[in-house]
């Protein structure tokens, strides 16, 4: 038993000096065990052996849980991003950073839509040219056709004449409401017309002026009608034998402050006179200018007169006259002489006269020009023409000297509608030998001498639209 018991004694003395010493122990190096050896040859190892074997280290004795150098990760590669990121962010800006395109303005030409008739005469229709000076609409198809119209300055509604009705409807045709029928006549007079003629909006768009058997005023809101002035009647006329001075009433143009309205009064069977009508008592007011149907164009200034202009080619002396319309005076600006009339007289014939803010007057004036066709005027053919101008209006008399505002030459204008805010108007010119009173030819003139532009329909009778730029 003592043997046994001195080994024993021995592996436990080595085993402490091992773990003493921080080195592996012997048993820690051991080759694994034959899974054929008995259990005896596995644990009797002589003290040579265990010696032998913690002096001899291997490569087991390395460290194995120390990392390789080459698995370090590299310091930069957790605080940039990748470089295809950084490209993305570069090359891609975020949508929040571009501005959003500013929608393109739609080309103008005109201050405001311009309504005009137009068609065969005798079945004209109510036609709309939008500010584009190009996009057309017919508004109307009446199968009577239109004999007169008028757009309410308010709210831009249209009455009209078809037949024997007064016709109340939208800008474009809609909400078509008859306001009107003239009364069956049993025995029309003779050489009296009765037929509606020429509506009129008032400036405020509560009432409607028209022209039958006289004077009328309708309230457009309730319908109701008021004679104003009545016509010379048939039996009138039996009883003077024709003679005197019988009449009969047109409205032509309300006053701004709707408190006057221009009418034509014409005599039977010819001739007549333009005179003011006062609503307030129904009187009349004459003024002194040249008389005649075709004689004048007329417009209110901002000053409150009325402006009174005639070109002077027919029977009645050219010129520009200036009128009170509270007494009817009249103060000549600029008129041609006695020996004149009939001729071409470039220092006082005027036509469509507007007076400006800054106290300008314009007007188209006669001038000579070699584009125009020849018209024998006095004894020798010329070719006359007529360019917008203006004069200072303290200035406009018979010496002053005329601005050139549009230097293109025209034959007389004879119905010239302006802008509200004078940056031009639109004329309907005569073009003799084909003039027609179906309308013709329409341009746009600038108050300037940018070129004018044709616009692509024919008509008269112009209005603009409520929609004012």
């Known amino acids: 038993m003592k043997p046994r018991l001195?080994?024993?004694?021995?592996?436990?003395?080595?085993?402490?000096?091992?773990?003493?010493?921080?080195?592996?122990?012997?048993?820690?190096?051991?080759?694994?065990?034959?899974?054929?050896?008995?259990?005896?040859?596995?644990?009797?190892?002589?003290?040579?052996?265990?010696?032998?074997?913690?002096?001899?280290?291997?490569?087991?004795?390395?460290?194995?849980?120390?990392?390789?150098?080459?698995?370090?990760?590299?310091?930069?590669?957790?605080?940039?991003?990748?470089?295809?990121?950084?490209?993305?962010?570069?090359?891609?800006?975020?949508?929040?950073?571009?501005?959003?395109?500013?929608?393109?303005?739609?080309?103008?030409?005109?201050?405001?839509?311009?309504?005009?008739?137009?068609?065969?005469?005798?079945?004209?229709?109510?036609?709309?040219?939008?500010?584009?000076?190009?996009?057309?609409?017919?508004?109307?198809?009446?199968?009577?056709?239109?004999?007169?119209?008028?757009?309410?300055?308010?709210?831009?509604?249209?009455?009209?004449?078809?037949?024997?009705?007064?016709?109340?409807?939208?800008?474009?045709?809609?909400?078509?409401?008859?306001?009107?029928?003239?009364?069956?006549?049993?025995?029309?007079?003779?050489?009296?017309?009765?037929?509606?003629?020429?509506?009129?909006?008032?400036?405020?768009?509560?009432?409607?002026?028209?022209?039958?058997?006289?004077?009328?005023?309708?309230?457009?809101?309730?319908?109701?009608?008021?004679?104003?002035?009545?016509?010379?009647?048939?039996?009138?006329?039996?009883?003077?034998?024709?003679?005197?001075?019988?009449?009969?009433?047109?409205?032509e143009m309300w006053s701004p402050d709707g408190s006057q309205i221009l009418v034509w009064v014409a005599y039977f069977q010819e001739g007549g006179r333009y005179a003011l009508v006062n609503l307030a008592d129904n009187s009349i007011t004459d003024f002194g200018t040249p008389t005649g149907g075709d004689c004048c164009h007329f417009a209110w200034g901002r000053d409150g007169f009325l402006y009174v202009a005639n070109d002077g080619t027919l029977y009645w002396r050219g010129g520009l006259w200036r009128v009170d319309p509270a007494t009817g005076g009249t103060a000549t600006l600029l008129q041609m002489q006695e020996g004149n009339m009939g001729t071409l007289d470039a220092t006082a014939q005027v036509t469509h006269p507007r007076l400006s803010e800054d106290g300008y007057l314009y007007a188209w004036k006669w001038a000579l020009g070699e584009s125009l066709p020849e018209l024998q005027i006095g004894e020798s053919p010329q070719q006359p023409g007529m360019a917008l101008q203006r004069v200072p209006l303290e200035q406009a008399g018979d010496n002053a000297a005329w601005e050139m505002v549009h230097s293109e030459l025209i034959f007389a204008p004879f119905e010239a509608h302006w802008g509200q805010e004078g940056e031009g108007a639109v004329i309907w010119a005569h073009n003799p030998p084909n003039f027609s009173l179906a309308g013709g030819e329409l341009r746009w003139i600038p108050a300037s001498d940018e070129p004018s532009v044709l616009l692509p329909i024919e008509g008269h009778e112009l209005r603009w639209g409520h929609e004012q730029r």
Do not use: K
Request: charged content about 15%.
């Open 6 to 251: 001195a080994i024993a004694a021995l592996i436990s003395l080595l085993l402490l000096l091992a773990a003493c010493s921080g080195g592996p122990s012997p048993l820690d190096n051991a080759p694994p065990p034959d899974a054929t050896a008995s259990p005896t040859e596995a644990v009797l190892l002589t003290p040579v052996q265990a010696a032998t074997e913690t002096q001899v280290p291997t490569a087991t004795m390395a460290p194995t849980n120390t990392p390789a150098p080459t698995e370090t990760a590299a310091p930069t590669s957790t605080l940039l991003p990748p470089p295809t990121e950084t490209t993305s962010l570069e090359t891609t800006p975020s949508a929040t950073l571009t501005p959003e395109p500013s929608p393109t303005p739609e080309p103008t030409l005109l201050p405001a839509p311009l309504y005009l008739l137009s068609g065969e005469e005798g079945q004209q229709q109510i036609w709309r040219l939008e500010r584009d000076g190009e996009t057309l609409t017919q508004v109307t198809d009446e199968p009577e056709g239109v004999r007169g119209f008028d757009v309410s300055p308010v709210d831009g509604a249209l009455v009209y004449i078809t037949g024997d009705e007064l016709v109340r409807a939208d800008g474009w045709g809609g909400d078509r409401v008859v306001l009107y029928v003239v009364p069956l006549q049993e025995e029309p007079p003779p050489d009296i017309p009765v037929e509606l003629t020429n509506p009129r909006w008032s400036p405020d768009g509560s009432q409607i002026a028209f022209g039958l058997l006289g004077l009328n005023l309708l309230n457009a809101a309730t319908g109701e009608e008021r004679r104003v002035l009545t016509n010379a009647t048939w039996a009138e006329l039996l009883e003077t034998g024709r003679a005197g001075p019988h009449e009969f009433y047109t409205p």
